[in-house]
């Protein structure tokens, strides 16, 4: 594996290393031998991103700073290990659980938005993605039409401890008007009750992040990047 950062980057020497080290002399070799080499870039562009990629070039650009779980994927989707152990049954019946749902993903990494969203659409859910707290807070104002949420721990300016915490609290001044009259449920969508599952997306996946998870009222928990039969457990339960 290559890591190169966009500023150092110079792409003619990088095409004469690919062609010099593992094409010269017609010699073919395997795809899997090949170093996979990631651009490092604080702004990627998308026309920037699919040029180099189409071109055989680099295997992806990951955005700065760079993110663990994001490299994983990456690495991972390049070598085609990504799906490899997979349980199929799980997975058909995952596409059965998203199909058409309206899901939002909050997440500060434009990587890691763009991932959680191709994933996601890939089983038929319909994604907003967005990248803070503060706007998740917007888009979740009563009444809204989502189905679920997956919320990032860590963001600047409001997180996903606090964003989680501030939904809740709105969902239940909502539900205790309508349960005492104070407020109809023709007012928010006919719905009596407001609960929109939150699952926390986070590469720590330990005993105290889940507790801190559950104390501020998520649902639970999925790693990133997502696994599909970590993904169906976890959406099971709501769909």
């Known amino acids: 594996m290559i890591l190169i950062d966009n500023d150092a980057w110079d792409k003619e020497c990088l095409i ?7 094409r010269q002399n017609g010699i073919k ?33 990951l955005m700065k700073p760079l993110c663990l779980s994001s490299l994983v994927h990456s690495y991972r989707e390049s070598v085609g290990t990504e799906n490899k152990q997979v349980n199929r049954k799980k997975v058909s019946k995952l596409g059965s659980l998203l199909m058409h749902k309206q ?18 659409q890939k089983y038929g859910a319909k994604v907003t993605s967005v990248e803070s ?3 998740a807070l917007k888009m979740l104002k009563l009444p809204h039409n989502f189905d679920a949420c997956f919320m990032d721990l860590q ?8 964003a989680t915490r501030k939904i809740r609290r709105l969902e239940r001044e909502v539900n205790e008007k309508i349960a005492c009259g104070q407020a109809s449920a ?30 501020c009222g998520m649902d639970d928990f999925v790693t990133k990047p997502f696994e599909e039969e970590q993904l169906y457990t976890a959406m099971a339960r709501f769909f």
């Not at 963001?155 to 606090?162: I, L, N």
Request: glycine fraction near 6%.
């Open 16 to 22: 004469l290393y690919r062609i010099r080290k593992h």
């Open 155 to 162: 963001m600047p300016e409001m997180d996903g401890f606090e």
């Open 133 to 135: 707290g503060m706007a």
């Open 186 to 215: 023709d007012m928010f969508g006919n719905i009596c009750y407001w609960h929109i599952p939150i699952l926390a997306m986070t590469a720590d996946a330990t005993q105290s992040s889940d507790e801190e998870c559950r104390n």
């Open 29 to 61: 070799v395997d795809p899997i031998t090949l170093p996979k080499i990631f651009l490092l870039a604080a702004h990627p562009s998308t026309n920037e991103h699919d040029e180099l990629k189409s071109v055989g070039i680099i295997d992806d650009i």
């Open 103 to 120: 899901i939002l993903v909050v997440d500060d990494n434009a990587v890691n938005r763009r991932v959680a969203k191709g994933f996601l």
